[in-house]
């Protein structure tokens, strides 16, 4: 069985700022890690994944993810954001061997000019 | 256009009614999905079907009923539904149900009344 620890439920932060989406997870097996976005009204879309390789993951619209294994996280970051960021982001994983991805309850960024 | 259609994208409906709500994948993808997300609450994985055969059931109630004629539809049937099943009800797709990335659908928000 697998969790995932969305750390924080709502993120303000001012247009141009740094931010950081905080995402922990437990798991007994090897995981995938995602990170997905929901603008209002609308579905989710992937924003990055790491599957193996290189720690840091680099994805749409600027954000990127570091995988840290001893600390099980996988923090979403934006150097800069914009007021075109505000949406819900979701934290999820996935066994490598099971088709089911477990997710977060979701953080809310507020970009505020 | 994120190539998973939902339709409609809003129904309202009383507790005697009977709807349905319908989704088509338009990515050649074999595993189709649908998540529940309610206001406070995680993503909900109700139902998983690959290659048409269902492969998830997450004991979900007798009034959602699943069908998936094909590989690229997928309906959930709706009766007798109480208000707390008001929620938007998302539809995803992926190539094959151990496949990496979930592709979803804008959503379609039902409301019970």
């Known amino acids: 069985a697998q969790s995932v620890t969305q750390l924080d439920s709502q993120v303000p932060v001012f247009e141009e700022a740094p931010v950081e989406l905080r995402c922990n997870y437990s798991?007994?097996?090897?995981?995938?890690l995602f990170w997905y976005v929901q603008y209002p009204n609308q579905g989710l879309q992937l924003l990055l994944k790491?599957?193996?390789?290189?720690?840091l993951v680099k994805g749409i619209n600027g954000f990127e993810a570091e995988f840290n294994k001893s600390q099980t996280s996988f923090h979403l970051r934006k150097p800069s954001v914009h007021i075109s960021d505000t949406a819900e982001y979701f934290c999820a994983v996935k066994d490598t061997n099971a088709g089911k991805s477990t997710f977060g309850d979701g953080t809310t960024l507020t970009v505020k000019p | 256009e994120t190539g998973v259609t939902q339709t409609p994208r809003h129904l309202v409906m009383g507790m005697t009614n009977k709807k349905s709500l319908k989704c088509e994948q338009h990515l050649g993808h074999n595993a189709m999905y649908w998540y529940k997300q309610s206001a406070k609450k995680p993503l909900e994985l109700m139902f998983v079907?690959?290659?048409?055969?269902?492969?998830e059931n997450n004991s979900v109630p007798s009034r959602f009923s699943p069908e998936c004629p094909n590989s690229s539809h997928l309906f959930l049937h709706l009766h007798t539904l109480q208000p707390e099943d008001s929620a938007l009800y998302l539809c995803?797709?992926?190539?094959?149900?151990?496949?990496?990335?979930?592709?979803f659908g804008e959503g379609s928000w039902l409301t019970v009344v």
């Open positions: 798991s007994s097996v090897s995981v995938y």
């Open positions: 995803a797709s992926s190539q094959g149900w151990t496949e990496n990335t979930i592709y």
């Open positions: 079907y690959n290659f048409k055969e269902q492969t």
């Open positions: 790491y599957l193996s390789g290189s720690t």
